[in-house]
């Protein structure tokens, strides 16, 4: 017998004894190896009367607010948005961990797109639904003039203000996925995430890789901090009816949980 069939024949003994004793032998387990799924981390559910933590941002004193309720709207609990002329935030801090959980998803609904409504203009500045995810920069990567920009920013706007921002937008007119800067800063982002008449009058979901969109478009090191929900008409004096539903953060490879 030669020294490898010995040793070959000395390896099953061993299991074999091995499996008598009631032992189990050392297999690598591939589930062990694999690091478990985060959970997902809800943000906007609307199910509590008090709409805690969420609160109204006014932008300036003399604007017009909008109109924000809970309801139960097709047989979900969700935010309803009324603008006529008018703009205001409902906004909720966030502290999500984007590298655990990078996707947002949610649901939206409007009542149809803004007629007047053009994103390169100020005067049209208007969607019929509007989602932002604000963003805190690192302080070494904001030079001085960016600092200057944000002081008066928020002297004349207000402290919530932030670094930059990412907004998803129900647009009138153009395909999605199209992106421009803001046309009053350049530190927000606008995403068309869904666009037209199509889709209009009933719920529809979405996800949508924040992370990736926050690495991109302003560079490593963004954290959120603040989400904020709205429907703006304030600059084409139109109106808007929209909703917003089930708000929450997935880890990239985890579906939505739109069925709670």
């Known amino acids: 017998m030669t020294r490898r069939m010995a040793a070959r024949c000395l390896s099953w003994r061993v299991l074999a004894v091995a499996v008598a004793m009631g032992l189990q032998p050392f297999v690598p387990d591939a589930r062990a190896q694999t690091a478990p799924v985060p959970a997902a981390v809800w943000v906007g559910r609307f199910d509590d009367p008090a709409l805690q933590p969420w609160r109204e941002v006014r932008l300036k004193a003399d604007l017009k607010p909008n109109r924000f309720e809970r309801r139960v709207w097709d047989s979900v609990p969700a935010l309803e948005v009324h603008s006529a002329g008018s703009m205001s935030l409902l906004a909720r801090p966030l502290e999500t961990d984007l590298s655990a959980t990078p996707v947002l998803c949610w649901r939206w609904r409007v009542d149809a797109p803004l007629d007047k409504a053009d994103w390169a203009t100020r005067a049209g500045d208007d969607y019929a639904a509007r989602l932002y995810v604000s963003l805190r920069m690192p ?18 706007w207000g402290p919530d203000v932030p670094d930059a921002a990412l907004n998803y937008v129900w647009d009138n007119r153009h395909p ?70 089930d708000l929450h953060f997935v880890a990239a490879d985890a579906p939505c949980r739109f069925d709670r």
Do not use: C
């Open 139 to 156: 302080d070494a990567r904001k030079s001085l003039v960016l600092r200057a920009q944000l002081r008066m920013a928020r002297a004349i």
């Open 176 to 245: 999605v996925g199209a992106e421009r800067p803001n046309a009053y800063t350049d530190r927000a982002v606008m995403i068309v995430q869904r666009s037209g008449n199509a889709d209009a009058g009933r719920w529809v979901t979405e996800r949508r890789a924040v992370m990736q969109d926050a690495l991109r478009l302003f560079g490593p090191g963004v954290e959120p901090v603040q989400l904020a929900l709205t429907a703006d008409t304030d600059n084409t004096g139109e109106a808007a009816h929209a909703g917003f539903a």
